[in-house]
Nanobody, 115 residues
Framework: QVQLVESGGGLVQAGGSLRLSCAVS????????MAWYRQAPGKQREWVAR???????VYTDSVKGRFTISRDNAENTVYLQMNSLKPEDTAAYYC?????????WGQGTQVTVSS
């Protein structure tokens, strides 16, 4: 059974930074495109960033230049460095595989950005 465990969220002022981690067990991530998603209250979950097995990265427009996704295949972990945070980044953040074949969602990690 694959488990995704997100951590690193918290309360931060606008302009601040956070680094999220996603530890994956039960599956080897090295061959998969991995992604971060987020869900704000009352909104649908949306994709934020993804990274391929060859470490090519793609970002949704609203986070370009501020967020950086990375991966450590040896540690089976995916990261999301978030800089210049804005109140509109407030959401629960999740990681998972990119594409239709997703693993069971983890509990997520809450990011709250105060203005």
């Amino acid at each position: 059974q694959v488990q995704l465990v997100e951590s690193g969220g918290g309360l931060v002022q606008a302009g601040g930074s956070l680094r999220l981690s996603c530890a994956v067990s039960g599956s080897i991530i090295s061959l998969n495109t991995m992604a971060w998603y987020r869900q704000a209250p009352g909104k649908q979950r949306e994709w934020v960033a993804r990274i391929t097995s060859s470490r090519n990265t793609v970002y949704t427009d609203s986070v370009k230049g501020r967020f950086t996704i990375s991966r450590d295949n040896a540690e089976n972990t995916v990261y999301l460095q978030m800089n210049s945070l804005k109140p509109e980044d407030t959401a629960a953040y999740y990681c998972n595989r990119w594409g239709v074949n997703k693993d069971p969602w983890g509990q997520g990690t809450q990011v709250t950005v105060s203005s």
